[in-house]
């Protein structure tokens, strides 16, 4: 079945560590791809997103990520995380044929000690 | 700024209860969504509406309908809740184009006994 695979389900880092979430997703043709982030106890809110053009994608508060369409990727990267990033990190996908429609994959829980 | 509000932020129901989840939005969007959110199964589509009285079921419709009779509200019926429908359910909507961000409401927590 076409999806959105996100393998690390739980990442533990220290302060200022790298940052690496994997996403895959299987569907063919054309997708816009799109990272979501919730904060404990706030609402799903955008992060970035790939829409078309430079396939590396800058977001908000130093986030990347990089579409690689021969991988069916669209990893999130950050050099430096912050205590404040502790978050629940959901990559998504517009589904190809249907450009309304948003497809999450299964979440990845960052905690960030001092 | 942008609002999508769902009606309850927590919700106790019993076994066998028709049970209604609203959800309005203010930013005359096309799209409206409903999800559920599990512990390790992430963000599920539940119902997806893309225009008034206009729906198309997602991963998992099975126990649950939706209306949508004015554009800015989406309900989400479970006709006869369950205990295995306990759980977060995320409203969203979204304007029209591939690229367009969606925006969620603060979720409702529902929980059947």
């Known amino acids: 079945a076409q999806s959105v695979s996100q393998h690390n389900h739980h990442v533990i880092l220290s302060e200022a560590a790298s940052l690496e979430l994997g996403c895959n997703y299987s569907?063919?043709?054309?997708?816009?791809l799109f990272w979501y982030v919730q904060y404990p106890g706030q609402h799903l809110q955008l992060l970035l997103k790939?829409?078309?053009?430079?396939?590396l994608v800058k977001g908000i508060k130093g986030f990347e990520a990089e579409f690689i369409k021969s991988k069916f990727s669209f990893n999130l990267r950050k050099p430096s995380v912050q205590w404040s990033d502790t978050a629940e990190y959901f990559c998504?996908?517009?589904?190809?044929?249907?450009?309304?429609?948003?497809?999450f994959g299964t979440g990845t829980r960052l905690q960030v000690f001092p | 700024d942008v609002k999508v509000t769902q009606s309850s932020r927590y919700l106790v129901k019993r076994t066998g209860e028709k049970v209604f989840l609203e959800c309005v939005q203010d930013?005359?969007?096309?799209?409206m969504f409903w999800y559920r959110q599990d512990p390790g199964l992430g963000l599920r589509l539940i119902y997806f509406?893309?225009?008034?009285?206009?729906?198309e079921k997602g991963d998992i419709p099975e126990g649950y309908s939706v209306s949508r009779e004015k554009k800015e509200r989406f309900s989400l019926i479970l006709e006869s809740a369950s205990t295995n429908q306990t759980s977060m359910y995320l409203c969203?909507?979204?304007?029209?184009?591939?690229?367009?961000?969606?925006?969620f409401g603060q979720g409702t927590r529902l929980t059947v006994v």
């Open positions: 969203a909507s979204r304007g029209g184009g591939a690229g367009t961000e969606a925006f």
């Open positions: 569907y063919g043709g054309t997708v816009n």
């Open positions: 790939y829409f078309s053009g430079d396939p």
């Open positions: 998504a996908v517009n589904a190809p044929g249907n450009t309304d429609k948003l497809i």
């Open positions: 930013m005359d969007h096309e799209n």
């Open positions: 509406s893309y225009d008034v009285k206009m729906k």
